[in-house]
């Protein structure tokens, strides 16, 4: 079995008689009845959400801290730019929290942003990055002239109108000159298998981007959004992976970011 995460963030830990949880076990027979015994195999509800069961990798979807952003600028400007100050302190709490955990791998984007984020908790764990390429953010106007501004390129009336597209239908595609949906979601979900399939009953940190995170989950449980909820910077979210079967265990966690200095929340 793996460890239980040391905050509390971490894998359902549900007590159990029998193999049935103790919940299921009052609602389905007399207080002083004895539990059923568990179907041959194990719970079901146990094998089908990959609670209590051995040979589950464990994998930390993490998003990369805050990073610097000037509107305005030219396209190939802001496709990379580093951690802002707000960043690399959401960062350091990041891996202040996961620092006790038993973290087996870190893999991150090559984008400099969620490289730095997952240093910060590397350095907990004598581990080294290992960067996937195709953990990146989605392509914004990739077929932008570098040298360009989009307002200027695609027209400020046009920028406005798939914005508020963007509002009821939550898909990239309404963005003109961007990489497309399909290409996108692929190539982010083949990344994170990738990872998964190195890495059989083990516990990994994911560090990448926002819409990186909403493919995979999306595509986990079936949203039809590209973009169904928004992570904030180096929030947690947990997926276990196992018997050929992938389910969210967490959302969006950021208790790390709430102190006794204040609260360091941003999206």
């Known amino acids: 079995m793996l460890p239980v995460l040391p905050y509390p963030g971490g894998m359902n830990t549900t007590k159990t008689t029998n193999g049935v949880s103790n919940e299921i076990a009052a609602a389905g027979s007399a207080p002083d009845a004895p539990a059923k015994a568990p179907s041959v195999g194990g719970n079901v509800f146990d094998r089908a959400f990959l609670t209590d069961v051995e040979d589950v990798t464990e994998v930390l ?14 396209i190939g400007e802001t496709v ?48 080294e990055p290992i960067i996937i390429d ?20 695609v ?37 994170i298998e990738s990872a998964i399939a190195s890495q059989e009953a083990k516990r990994i940190c994911i560090v990448c981007h926002g819409a990186v995170i909403n493919a995979y989950i999306g595509h986990i449980v079936g949203s039809p959004y590209d973009m169904f909820f928004r992570p904030a910077h180096t929030s947690i979210s947990v997926v276990a992976a196992g018997g050929g079967l992938r389910v969210l265990h967490h959302l969006n966690d950021v208790h790390h970011l709430r102190t006794p200095e204040g609260h360091f929340i941003t999206h």
Not at 88 to 111: K, P, V, W
Not at 142 to 153: A, H, Q, Y
């Open 61 to 74: 979807l993490i998003r990369h801290g805050q990073q610097q952003f000037e509107l305005g600028r030219p």
């Open 80 to 127: 990379d730019p580093p951690l802002s100050d707000q960043g690399r302190h959401q960062a350091r709490l990041l891996g202040e929290a996961l620092s006790t955990a038993n973290i087996d791998a870190i893999y991150c984007s090559g984008l400099q942003r969620a490289r730095d984020t997952a240093l910060a908790v590397a350095a907990h764990h004598r581990l």
């Open 134 to 153: 195709d953990l990146r953010e989605i392509e914004f106007f990739r077929d932008v002239p570098r040298e360009e501004r989009v307002e200027d390129f």
């Open 155 to 191: 027209g400020k009336s046009l920028l406005m109108a798939v914005r508020q597209r963007m509002l009821t239908e939550r898909s990239w595609d309404v963005y003109p000159h961007t990489e497309p949906s399909r290409e996108f979601r692929k190539r982010a979900i083949n990344a």
